[in-house]
């Protein structure tokens, strides 16, 4: 059986997705999408060579009986909205971060898929899909190194545009941390401090760039996140495990090293995009079979809600310079791992 997707959002992102699942991933193809601008959309599908319904509302993707499931990769605005009418609807649905704009609207969708009583929300989260994240995630469990004490992690970006704010940092760089750092270390946050060093030059009047995310967790561990979104050099995502017996780090991507010019280097990677792609495919394809399967083990509605009331208590830490408590309520039954 061939999975029917429907796509609302032909942006950069979902057009990576459109492509991968119809020219790269099994089990399904793309057979309708939408887009405020219906002739990008048919353009991109003319690029892409494939054939598929446009529509310009989202919700005729969701409603045509054509569609199986939906991937949702519009405005982030739009994905409350989009997420539960495809549960209202009874249709899976894989939304990109953020689920919602903020926990209010996150445990909104939380409430209607409890309500439905089967899980149908995939949230696009897809580092614990990569392979280095989950190599650092088996060391971890199998004890390796003990318990963990304490993690250091960075988020670094070669540069980014004169739209992106210091709010940003936390709802669109930090939120893949908030979420990866709880599956890595399966703890919730318990407060949050958020500290401004120096900014760097290559910053602008609306972005204070780096930042450093201090978290204390529920059970006392103790992360440090530096953002920096101008680092300049390239994109680039580390994180160290510090546990009691020993010190796990995540792998470095792949690459060739050259001997040149009397200098010894590899190349560095500058497009987030080329970092995770492997993650992506499997991330989609996990969805895919999970749809097929009739039973959705990805990253949950309850995981990105989770996320967004660490954000929201980030957002505040921002603003106050003080430790502020993340308020997270108990995971419901529904939500059981």
């Not at 290559?202 to 996140?225: N, Y």
């Amino acid at each position: 059986m061939t999975l029917k997707l429907g796509v609302i959002g032909t942006g950069a992102i979902g057009q990576e997705h459109i492509r991968r699942c119809n020219n790269v991933l099994q089990g399904a193809k793309v057979v309708a999408v939408s887009d405020i601008n219906t002739d990008g959309a048919r353009a991109a599908l003319q690029r892409l060579n494939i054939d598929a319904q446009v529509y310009q509302d989202g919700h005729e993707v969701i409603n045509s009986p054509e569609v199986d499931a939906v991937l949702v990769t519009s405005w982030d605005p739009t994905h409350e909205e989009f997420t539960l009418a495809a549960i209202a609807a009874g249709k899976p649905v894989f939304c990109e971060k953020p689920l919602a704009l903020s926990a209010e609207g996150c445990r909104r969708i939380v409430d209607a898929e409890i309500k439905h009583g089967k899980r149908l929300v995939q949230v696009g989260f897809m580092r614990p899909y990569d392979a280095g994240y989950r190599a650092l995630k088996k060391v971890i469990t199998d004890g390796e190194i003990g318990e963990p004490l304490m993690l250091h992690c960075a988020h670094r970006n070669q540069s980014v545009g004169e739209n992106y704010t210091t709010d940003m940092a936390i709802t669109n760089t930090l939120i893949h941390e908030l979420d990866v750092l709880r599956w890595l270390t399966e703890d919730d946050y318990k407060s949050v401090q958020v500290v401004f060093p120096r900014t760097t030059s290559k910053s602008h009047a609306k972005l204070k760039d780096p930042q450093i995310v201090l978290f204390e967790t529920q059970k006392g561990i103790r992360i440090d996140v530096e953002i920096f979104v101008n680092c300049a050099y390239g994109y680039d995502i580390q994180c160290e495990v510090v546990g009691e017996e020993g010190i796990a780090k995540l792998p470095e991507p792949s690459a060739i090293q050259t001997r040149k010019n009397a200098r010894l280097g590899n190349a560095l990677l500058t497009d987030w995009k080329d970092r995770f792609i492997d993650a992506y495919d499997v991330e989609l394809q996990a969805f895919i079979n999970d749809v097929k399967a009739g039973e959705l083990t990805g990253p949950s509605a309850w995981d990105g809600f989770a996320a967004s009331v660490a954000a929201d208590a980030c957002l505040k830490a921002q603003n106050s310079g003080g430790i502020e408590p993340v308020d997270m309520p108990s995971r419901p039954d529904f939500y059981a791992r």
